[in-house]
T-cell receptor, first 117, second 116 residues
Framework: AQKITQTQPGMFVQEKEAVTLDCTYD???????LFWYKQPSSGEMIFLIY??????QNATEGRYSLNFQKARKSANLVISASQLGDSAMYFC??????????????FGTGTRLTIIP | GAVVSQHPSWVICKSGTSVKIECRSL??????MFWYRQFPKQSLMLMAT?????????EQGVEKDKFLINHASLTLSTLTVTSAHPEDSSFYIC????????????FGEGSRLTVL
């Protein structure tokens, strides 16, 4: 079974609109971390936001917020007021186990986001 | 944030030759580095975990004799693709964690390998 599922291979969004990128995960470990990365066409992986399984509040970083619904095992990324520079591939990833000593990430298949002017 | 640099950023080689890719942590010491492989329009797949001063741990299905990993210092890990074949053509990305682990992994810019 897939550990990380991103069901949207591609999305087109009008500039300045908000966009939600879906991510569901599967783990039996009570301790885990969820990440979102942005990969522009140049290839580098840019860290966006992190949510720990025990975090009480949804993570936010500037225009990025993570809609964490633990019971549904979903960790959707919300980008507010989208910009042309947001066009890129977006990957959801999970680290199972505690922070220390286990940093392997499992990535989803990604969502290609295109912002339309 | 911390900087991880890969070199070369792209390389073209003939089938049968070996190619070495370097991953350096520029402003921090990295006890652990990870090597990922990404085929076009696909996700990142972890190949191996590289620990300074010890043998790398390879994921299931990754040939350790083909993908040689050396982590000789706290700032450098190398991936050598031996006897490369066209099917080895891919985007290889490394990531690193700091000596004092803060929870964040830092990724290199990636290296695109094309084997003719």
């Amino acid at each position: 079974a897939q550990k990380i599922t991103q069901t949207q291979p591609g999305m087109f969004v009008q500039e300045k609109e908000a966009v939600t990128l879906d991510c569901t995960y599967d783990t039996s470990d009570p301790s885990y971390g969820l990440f979102w990365y942005k990969q522009p066409s140049s290839g580098e992986m840019i860290f966006l936001i992190y949510q720990g399984s025990y975090d009480q509040q949804n993570a936010t970083e500037g225009r990025y917020s993570l809609n964490f619904q633990k019971a549904r095992k979903s960790a959707n990324l919300v980008i507010s007021a989208s910009q042309l520079g947001d066009s890129a591939m977006y990957f959801c990833a999970m680290r199972e186990g505690s922070n220390f000593g286990n940093e392997k990430l499992t990535f989803g298949t990604g969502t290609r986001l295109t912002i339309i002017p | 944030g911390a900087v991880v640099s890969q070199h070369p950023s792209w390389v073209i080689c003939k089938s049968g030759t070996s190619v070495k890719i370097e991953c350096r942590s520029l402003d921090f010491q990295a006890t652990t580095m990870f090597w990922y492989r990404q085929f076009p329009k696909q996700s990142l797949m972890l190949m191996a975990t590289s620990n300074e001063g010890s043998k790398a741990t390879y994921e299931q299905g990754v040939e350790k004799d083909k993908f040689l990993i050396n982590h000789a210092s706290l700032t450098l890990s190398t991936l050598t693709v031996t006897s490369a074949h066209p099917e080895d053509s891919s985007f290889y990305i490394c990531s690193a964690r700091e000596l004092v682990y803060t929870g964040e992994l830092f990724f290199g810019e990636g290296s695109r390998l094309t084997v003719l």
